[in-house]
């Protein structure tokens, strides 16, 4: 075989691969214009694409992974990995039909002039972790030593009526303090509401228990991790056509596990928090914006979402500079936490576009809400050097309603409402009637 046959062989071998790969390939510059890609690769970022366009890697995935590019900016080296596996949820799915997509991106400085980003579909991957970790917290819930827990019996509407040592133990509280109490006690003020209890107690009676992770708070105002499960008491009682089983209350274990919470749960809650702003990130809100509309589809009540964008954006960073644009995003970030309940969560979903899901909230308290954002958002001024800037933002609106399957399509309503504001001048809410496809 001659030089030329050998290099031609070679060409070919290595396209034989591109096109068979099983992850997708992109070979691009440092600023992510894409020079090769395999088809898997187009096949994984076309519905990704507003204008079918798939040039440039870091505009295409910019909806979705805003952080690529300042990953890759940031990234000073000639070689070496940017970034390994980092999460990308494409769709929100329809709770309980259609799962969430999600891709995994890596990106590999090769040398100064090429990138190379390998992109795998983790859509299935993600669902059989999410299902493993569901039993994991589930049998350590149970299982695990029982020195750190406290055990109570509350009646049937979530009141506590008895009580283990262990709670004063774990929560500073006396039993005094706890009898006849909500078990809101033991969260921050804000950060659950009745119809979240109620909703609780519903799920125990359905599935035989209710368990969920989160921040506790004891009677001194300190947090601690904790593991809280609700199981329904049943007795027999003597009913004049026989014996029926009924609910007398339910069991609430409470359990500190701020020591479990390893390495890798520590590096899990970093990957849900966005990197420049510090809230939750897409991925993210996806997930509990998931497990809301669960709820929601198991016993609705009032739920709106706010999508918010900042205006003219692309302004501030021509004018100002990308630094000032990062800052205004970071100004952002805070001022929708100050303004918001702890129960509400709200994250940056996309590069200059945050969202809040309102629990409890109908369409008059969220626009009422939107209406104070918009108002604090325009009295904020953002010091950038010696100068001070402001800024506005659009708020769409929209409510959670029967016609709704899914998180995609309650974001589709309230992208609607966003994309009304624009229109009608920004530094404005709307809310958009939902579709006839949707109504
Ligand atoms: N500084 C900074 N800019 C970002 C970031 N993510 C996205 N952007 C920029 O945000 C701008 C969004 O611009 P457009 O989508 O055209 O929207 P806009 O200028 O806000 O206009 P309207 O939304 O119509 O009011 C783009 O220029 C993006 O490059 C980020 O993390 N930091």
Redesign the pocket.
């Known amino acids: 075989m001659n030089h030329a046959n050998g290099i031609e062989a070679e060409y070919e071998a290595l396209l034989q691969f591109l096109y068979l790969a099983p992850v997708g390939l992109v070979q691009m510059t440092p600023d992510g214009g894409v020079t090769i890609m395999n088809p898997l690769a187009a096949q994984l970022l076309m519905p990704l694409s507003r204008d079918g366009g798939l040039d440039n890697l870091f505009r295409v995935l ?1 909806p979705v992974a ?2 690529l ?2 990953l890759a900016e940031s990234f000073t080296a000639d070689s070496g990995t940017i970034c390994d596996s980092l999460r990308v949820q494409l769709t929100a799915g329809i709770p309980g039909r259609v799962d969430p997509r999600m891709l995994s991106v890596s990106l590999l400085r090769l040398d100064a002039a090429r990138t190379m980003a390998v992109l795998t579909d983790i859509t299935v991957a993600v669902k059989r972790e999410r299902q493993l970790r569901q039993s994991e917290a589930w049998f350590n819930a149970v299982l695990n030593d029982v020195t750190d827990y406290a055990l109570m019996a509350l009646d049937t509407a979530g009141r506590i009526e008895i009580w283990n040592p262990g709670i004063a133990r774990l929560t500073g509280y006396d039993a005094a303090r706890v009898t006849g109490q909500s078990l809101a006690l033991f969260h921050a003020p804000g950060a659950i509401t009745p119809e979240r209890i109620a909703d609780r107690l519903h799920e125990a009676d359905c599935n035989g228990w209710s368990l969920d992770e989160g921040w506790c708070v004891r009677a001194d105002g300190s947090r601690f991790w904790a593991s809280t499960m609700i199981a329904p008491l049943t007795g027999i009682d003597d009913e004049p056509n026989g014996q029926t089983e009924e609910a007398r209350g339910y069991a609430l274990i409470i359990r500190d596990i701020s020591d479990r919470r390893d390495n890798a749960e520590r590096l899990l809650r970093e990957s849900e928090c966005d990197h ?1 702003t510090g809230i939750a990130n897409r991925r993210k809100f996806f997930q509990v914006a998931e497990l809301e509309l669960q709820r929601w589809n198991r016993a609705p009540r009032p739920l709106a979402l706010l999508v918010i ?10 004018t100002w ?6 800052a ?2 970071r100004n952002l970030a805070r001022t929708l936490t100050s303004s918001l309940r702890d129960i509400d969560a709200v994250a940056r979903i ?3 576009e945050f969202a809040a899901l309102l629990p409890s909230t109908d369409l008059a308290d969220a626009m009422n809400l939107a209406q104070r954002l918009c108002d604090a958002v325009a009295a904020q001024r953002v010091d950038i050097g010696d100068s001070s800037i402001g800024y506005t933002v ?1 708020i769409g609106v929209a409510v959670m309603h029967k016609g709704i399957a899914g998180l995609d399509l309650l974001l589709r309503e309230a992208d609607a409402g966003l994309y009304s504001a ?1 229109r009608a001048g ?1 530094n404005r809410i709307a809310h958009a009637a939902p579709t006839l496809e949707n109504a």
């Open positions: 910019e805003p952080e590019r300042n420049l964008d900042a205006d003219h954006f692309k302004r501030i960073n021509d500079g990308h630094a000032a644009g990062d205004v995003l996309g590069g200059e659009s624009k920004r």
